[in-house]
């Protein structure tokens, strides 16, 4: 097995793990997390892509993407991270969407 593919195996996991995260998860630092886990994956296929099979020299260009995806992932995760506990404290809750109590749901069935 060629390690560049392995490379992009790896981040392609990454990627749909978060997005499966992402999508599961109510709680906002976790909804954080996915989308860094997501961002992580898309940086490994990006890297495993500038060290291309039977490349002589690795190309730059990935690279200056991926570190510049870097520092936006950072800036936008402290964003998010300010949303969340702006949320928290204006509303007393760290949940996106209500959960249903076990006596709605014993109502419902």
């Known amino acids: 097995m060629n390690t560049n593919l392995l490379y992009d195996l790896a981040g392609i ?26 961002s992580t994956g898309v940086f490994l296929v990006f890297i495993a892509t500038a060290y291309g099979t039977g490349m002589e020299a690795v190309d730059p260009v990935p690279q200056a993407m991926v570190l510049t995806g870097i520092i936006v992932s950072l800036s936008i995760t402290a964003l998010a991270l300010i949303l969340a506990c702006r949320i928290q404290e204006t509303t007393n809750l760290f949940r996106l969407r209500s959960e249903k109590s076990e006596d709605q749901r014993a109502i419902e069935s």
């Open 13 to 38: 996991l990454l990627v749909a793990f978060g997005l499966f995260a992402l999508i599961v998860c109510a709680h906002p630092l976790r909804k954080i997390l996915a989308v860094n886990i997501m």
